[in-house]
């Protein structure tokens, strides 16, 4: 949403969203008009009253701001365009992302259903929202963007180096099958390891589980790294891998895989699950490997291959890199500008 609001030039815009810690110091450093729902330094004790909070403030600045369009970045803030779209007039466009209709199906329904039209970051996604009652002719699949490197690339490590970017969160990311491919990745090529960048409940649990494979010397967990450093590991990796699989009820999970994306702006190969929204992400055997991510062995040989076979990882390394040019976010925000406007003035 951050990069929508900078590069939507065409429009005017105005960002409604919640406090939270250091958002006073962020919006000084934007060229944007920021308003915030709730009081600086109080944060609500439930996401739910939180939300409220926001949808309920959506409502009062929109008497004041007057919009033509509204662009609701998540389906808690669908009620918001909903009642702006009766109280004044201005129709809502809706995004989608995947998992969140998974956890909100009835909500999801009331979304889809009340937006003029919404956007949908993979076809799997497109695919979710029909299930909850879309009509597919409202429905526009945008994938998300990404920031390309503005420095060159560094040099790559001199062991061999998977890395996986996440939080780590929703065990659906796959950071549990990775560290049982680990053994089989470091049987076939030596010296080989794995660093995991993100911070989150899981991250004691997984340490536990790869220390009794014995895998200490070679799962290396980095925490929450700034954007600088972040991009610096993935300058010196050679394989990026996020299995990413379904949730147990057997739909969600990863809407896109924006950080598959990043990864090969860096000019790394991916290694993905082929569920979900990642086979929009990710070219099988072009940009990088779709794997069964419900088996380690699966993943495992094809990390492995990766690392072992420098000349394929660095062919398909280039080919996501030239792939990534076309999601740059000012590619992506000229199309949902295009959106936004047409659904602004129809006809």
Not at 17 to 22: A, C, P, S, V
Not at 43 to 56: D, E, F, I, P, Y
Not at 217 to 245: C, K, Q, Y
Request: proline residues 6%.
């Amino acid at each position: 949403m951050h990069r929508l609001a900078l590069l939507t030039p065409r429009l005017t815009v105005r960002v409604l969203t919640r406090h939270f810690l250091g958002a006073s110091e962020f919006d000084r450093r934007q060229e944007l008009d920021i308003r915030r729902s709730g009081t600086p330094g109080i944060t609500s004790r439930s996401n739910a009253g939180s939300n409220a909070w926001l949808n309920s403030s959506a409502l009062r600045e929109a008497a004041r701001f007057r919009p033509d369009v509204v662009l609701s970045g998540h389906i808690v803030t669908s009620p918001a365009g909903w009642a702006i779209a009766r109280a004044f007039g201005a129709p809502s466009v809706q995004y989608l992302h995947a998992d969140e209709m998974r956890g909100r199906p009835r909500l999801a329904a009331f979304a889809v259903k009340h937006a003029a039209a919404s956007v949908a970051v993979s076809n799997y996604t497109k695919g979710m929202a029909v299930d909850h009652g879309a009509d597919p002719e409202r429905v526009s699949v945008i994938p998300n963007g990404v920031d390309l490197p503005a420095a060159p690339l560094a040099e790559r490590a001199a062991k061999p180096t998977v890395v996986t970017v996440a939080r780590l969160e929703q065990r659906y990311k796959g950071h549990d099958v990775m560290i049982r491919a680990m053994p089989a990745i470091c049987e076939r090529v030596p010296g080989a390891e794995w660093l995991v960048v993100g911070e989150g409940s899981l991250r004691a649990e997984l340490e536990r589980s790869a220390a009794v494979r014995g895998l200490d010397g070679a799962v290396h967990f980095l925490g929450s790294l700034s954007d600088e450093d972040r991009d610096a590991v993935l300058d010196r990796a050679h394989v990026f891998a996020m299995p990413s699989r379904l949730p147990p009820e057997g739909t969600g999970g990863e809407g896109f895989g924006i950080v598959y994306l990043e990864a090969a702006a860096h000019g790394l190969p991916v290694v993905a699950g082929n569920v979900g929204g990642a086979p929009d992400a990710v070219v099988h055997g072009e940009t990088g490997l779709l794997v069964d991510p419900e088996d380690p062995l699966a993943v495992a040989d094809a990390v492995g291959e990766l690392l072992a076979e420098r000349e394929v990882a660095e062919r398909l390394g280039r080919a996501g890199a030239e792939r990534a040019r076309g999601f740059a976010w000012p590619v992506i925000a000229r199309q949902v500008e295009d959106l936004l406007l047409r659904v602004a003035s129809p006809g």
